[in-house]
T-cell receptor, first 111, second 113 residues
Framework: KNQVEQSPQSLIILEGKNCTLQ??????????LRWYKQDTGRGPVSLTI?????NTKSNGRYTATLDADTKQSSLHITASQLSDSASYIC??????????FGTGTRLKVLA | DAGITQSPRHKVTETGTPVTLRCHQT?????MYWYRQDPGHGLRLIHY???????DKGEVSDGYSVSRSKTEDFLLTLESATSSQTSVYFC?????FGSGELFFGEGSRLTVL
């Protein structure tokens, strides 16, 4: 069964600290892996997209890694800000149109 | 931000009534999708469209129908709403199928009493 599992479910950190969110997937066939940020009451917004051959992708303070052998990805947030408080969703593209969504990690950044 | 507008943004209705949610895009993207988001679940695909009048079912399509008469509009209809269809509905668009960027609307929160 195609699955995307994210950990932790929720996380609280202090402003300025770094954090790493995890995504493990069992999806076949694999096309790409995406990380989205979803603010409360808003739609998801793309942070990064990685294909099979890419193992690192950065977007400002966000750095995503992909290990296609172990089927794991991580999203590292550097020097967190209050505006980073959101849910972060890992999405794996499978085949031509199918996207498998994780349930997300809810991040709270405290001042 | 991608030009995607969902309407209504909030709706409360009663069991058994029909409901139509509208997604309007100004990006001229070929592919449009309807997802629902529920606690404890990732976003789940209801229906998608790959062109005008071309639609197909997703993984949770029972109780839903869609129509696309123009490139820019994708309608989701609940013929007879049930409480299990209480959810947040997201429209998404993409230029290509599977590999391209997926842009989401702001969501429509539907409550069925």
């Amino acid at each position: 069964k195609n699955q995307v599992e994210q950990s932790p479910q929720s996380l609280i950190i202090l402003e300025g600290k770094n954090c790493t969110l995890q995504c493990n997937y069992t999806v076949s066939p694999f096309s790409n892996l995406r990380w989205y940020k979803q603010d409360t009451g808003r739609g998801p917004v793309s942070l990064t997209i990685m294909t099979f051959s890419e193992n690192t992708k950065s977007n400002g303070r966000y750095t995503a890694t992909l290990d296609a052998d172990t089927k794991q990805s991580s999203l590292h947030i550097t020097a967190s800000q209050l505006s980073d408080s959101a849910s972060y969703i890992c999405v794996v593209g499978s085949g031509t149109y199918k996207y498998i969504f994780g349930t997300g990690t809810r991040l709270k950044v405290l001042a | 931000d991608a030009g995607i507008t969902q309407s209504p943004r909030h709706k409360v209705t009663e069991t058994g009534t029909p409901v139509t949610l509208r997604c309007h895009q100004t990006e001229n993207h070929r592919y449009m999708y309807w997802y629902r988001q529920d606690p404890g679940h990732g976003l789940r695909l209801i229906h998608y469209s790959y062109g005008v009048k071309d639609t197909d079912k997703g993984e949770v399509s029972d109780g839903y129908s869609v129509s696309r008469s123009k490139t820019e509009d994708f309608l989701l209809t609940l013929e007879s709403a049930t409480s299990s269809q209480t959810s947040v509905y997201f429209c998404a668009i993409s230029e290509s199928f599977g590999s391209g960027e997926l842009f989401f609307g702001e969501g429509s929160r539907l409550t069925v009493l």
